[in-house]
T-cell receptor
């Protein structure tokens, strides 16, 4: 299917566990982004990537790790999950220069 | 730094009422401005955009005009429908940067 997909859609994990959220896009967009959405905060940028092997921190990067070995994939890893990382996570992509981002459906993560 | 301020919600309207959601911004340069919409359980979708002062973005009956003098980008619709119930996000992107700065979102609830 064309577009941007995220998996899993729902995840429950325990404090201290490692969790990886997957993001895949079929457009070959240069840029990819990870956001978290929390009540009262709107969307906050965690990390972004301008191309394969190029990543940069956003507003709230602490506790998260990203990699981008292939243009189409941009996984987000919580190395040791904490309750404060309970959130809805969105992945997005854009072609360089357009500024218009396309969002995935989101992953709802609960850390118990 | 850049920031976007939206009116707090929820905004509650009856069907066919006029809608205004206020959005103001601060930016160091000349940003592009966006409105995104998030329907329940979904990711964000671009609703409309404007890339320079006095531009009007429009889509699905929604409009917003880029006002540089008042640093505003208010969203309007002449007659809302129940299906417009969603969360609306105002966002900006500085020229030369592909990252977006979002407002906190405004929930719109339209009753029959």
């Amino acid at each position: 299917d064309a577009g941007i997909t995220q998996s899993p859609r729902y995840k429950i994990t325990e404090t201290g566990r490692q969790v990886t959220l997957m993001c895949h896009q079929t457009w070959s967009h240069s840029y990819m982004f990870w956001y978290r959405q929390d009540l009262g905060h709107g969307l906050r940028l965690i990390y972004y990537s301008a191309a394969a092997d190029i990543t940069d921190k956003g507003e709230v990067p602490d506790g998260y790790v990203v990699s981008r070995s292939k243009t189409e994939n941009f996984p987000l890893t919580l190395e040791s999950a904490t309750r404060s990382q309970t959130s809805v996570y969105f992945c997005a992509s854009t072609e360089d220069g357009t500024y218009e981002q396309y969002f995935g459906p989101g992953t709802r993560l609960t850390v118990t | 730094g850049n920031s976007v301020t939206q009116m707090e919600g929820p905004v509650t309207l009856s069907e066919e009422a006029f809608l205004t959601i206020n959005c103001t911004y601060t930016a160091t340069g000349y940003p592009s401005l966006f409105w995104y919409v998030q329907y329940p359980g979904e990711g964000l979708q671009l609703l409309l955009k404007a890339t320079k002062a006095d531009d009007k973005g429009s889509n699905k009956g929604f409009e917003a005009t880029y006002r540089k003098e008042t640093t505003s980008f208010h969203l309007e619709k002449g007659s809302v429908q129940v299906s417009d119930s969603a969360v609306y996000f105002c966002a900006l992107s500085e020229r030369g940067y592909s990252t977006l700065t979002f407002g906190k979102g405004t929930m719109l609830l339209v009753s029959p």
